[in-house]
């Protein structure tokens, strides 16, 4: 799941105020998830913008507003009413909203700040385990990463302000090497222990990446 | 045993001073029997690192050319991506440095400045693997004597200090937090005919210099780097 948290509403206000007639786009998926694009909060944005002052032209809750194949499916039941829409409030990750914006060609506004790739523990408790990093190491570290658990992202071994067994950032936490080690073990697979990784290539991620 | 001295260059003092209240320091403990620096010809006398404050590699040419002090640069892994450690490098290339001395940092939310992104572009093994193969052209193999910061406290360091090894790391240094290293360690790494040096600050030692000297003696390090924060007022000025 990709994580959202609801914007600051000032910040949509703003961006919405030269605009009049404004639709509204949940996403059924991940934001319904996280409690920030859901039907509910759909419903909240419309009571919202009504109450600005606003007209709303339509509500739509899309199960991955992210694909493209579902979003041309599922748009067709506001195809009318998104002629006379200005802008568009579109409470998804950012790969929504942009892809909402290239497929209708409309002005929008994104209703969230996009964080990371999420585990839910509970609705209200993520945690990021996974940076979508390129080149996954999960295995030959035990399963878990070291790239995003690690505050400093590091590839082959503890910084040397670790404790023993717990972080330097984060000191409550064990150092993800250390977990790394106890996994490697348990598995009987010491030889990934010694391997080395190479740096990171990033030029291969920004090719991956590019518009 | 020698001792090696180790600071920041400052945000806020002048250059000059800076620079001259060095030499007294040097001075001093070279003149300090007490503090059992013997000078070997072949290691640094001091230790000059880059943090916050201005740029470390210009005091390190200075105190090489002007002073004809023997001078290591330090620097972390924190705040440079690797078209910035290659400029870096050059430099060092340039003034004639060859004694490095990498660890990764400490990170911006345990420093003043939260709000940094952390680059970590590499870490210290990616360095070291660079540094030994060759960079660029610009950067010959094993041009540098690559010096690399560890901990000691548990398995998974002594795994990092093995891979070091394997990559050609020429020296360890081995961050003191209060505990005694790991012996098993620092065998290993004596018996690869690495140098391997202590890395204390200044504040770690509780008593005088020397009973912290002699509390560490038979360990085999080949020195102790001891971190200090003020140029006039440290472990090795203190009456």
Redesign the interface.
Request: proline content about 10%; some cysteine; overall charge negative.
């Given at each position: 799941m990709f994580l959202t948290e609801k914007k600051d509403i000032q910040e949509i206000d703003e961006a919405l105020k030269k605009y009049k007639k404004i639709g509204v786009v949940g996403c059924a998926s991940c934001a319904s998830v996280c409690l920030t694009g859901g039907s509910r909060e759909v419903k909240e944005m419309k009571k919202h913008l009504e109450a600005s002052g606003k007209e709303v032209t339509f509500t739509i809750s899309i199960d991955e507003p992210c694909d493209k194949r579902v979003l041309k499916e599922d748009i067709r039941f506001v195809e009318d009413e998104l002629k006379e829409t200005e802008a568009v409030v579109v409470l998804s990750c950012g790969t929504g909203v942009q892809t909402i914006g290239e497929f209708t060609q409309k002005k929008v506004i994104s209703g969230t700040d996009s964080k990371y790739i999420a585990q839910t523990e509970h609705i209200g408790e993520y945690y990021a385990l996974c940076g979508g990093c390129d080149v996954c190491r999960l295995n030959f570290t035990g399963g878990v990463c070291t790239v995003t658990l690690c505050?400093?992202?590091?590839?082959?071994?503890?910084?040397?302000?670790?404790?023993?067994?717990n972080c330097?950032?984060f000191e409550d936490k064990e150092?993800v090497?250390?977990k790394?080690?106890e996994m490697l073990k348990k598995y009987s697979e010491e030889d990934n222990?010694?391997k080395?990784?190479?740096?990171?290539d990033?030029g291969h991620s920004a090719a991956r990446t590019k518009i | 045993m020698q001792i090696i001295p180790q600071i920041e260059t400052p945000v806020s003092k002048n250059y000059s001073v800076f620079e001259e209240n060095l030499i007294k320091l040097l001075n001093a403990i070279k003149n300090n029997t007490q503090n059992n620096t013997g000078t070997y010809n072949s290691l640094p006398q001091i230790i000059i690192e880059q943090n916050f404050g201005f740029n470390a590699l210009l005091l390190c040419r200075d105190l090489k050319e002007k002073h004809k002090i023997k001078t290591a640069y330090a620097f972390n892994m924190r705040d440079k991506n690797r078209i910035s450690l290659l400029s870096d490098l050059i430099t060092l290339k340039q003034i004639g440095l060859k004694d490095i001395i990498v660890f990764e940092g400490v990170h911006p939310l345990k420093t003043e400045f939260k709000s940094a992104k952390p680059v970590y572009d590499i870490d210290i093994l990616g360095l070291g693997l660079m540094l030994k193969r060759g960079l660029m052209n610009d950067i010959q193999a094993d041009l540098f004597n690559f010096g690399a910061v560890i901990g000691s406290s548990a398995p998974v360091d002594f795994l990092k200090a093995k891979k070091l090894i394997d990559i050609g790391a020429d020296s360890f240094f081995i961050n003191y937090g209060g505990v005694n290293p790991d012996e098993s360690m620092i065998k290993y790494i004596k018996s690869k005919n690495k140098k391997l040096f202590l890395n204390v600050k200044e504040l770690s030692i509780k008593g005088s210099l020397n009973d912290f000297i002699k509390s560490i003696d038979n360990f085999g390090f080949d020195g102790v780097i001891i971190k200090i924060t003020d140029e006039n007022l440290n472990v090795f000025t203190r009456k």
């Open positions: 505050p400093k992202g590091l590839l082959n071994g503890p910084c040397e302000g670790h404790n023993g067994n330097e950032v150092c090497f250390v790394s080690y222990l010694n080395i990784f190479e740096p990171r990033y | -």
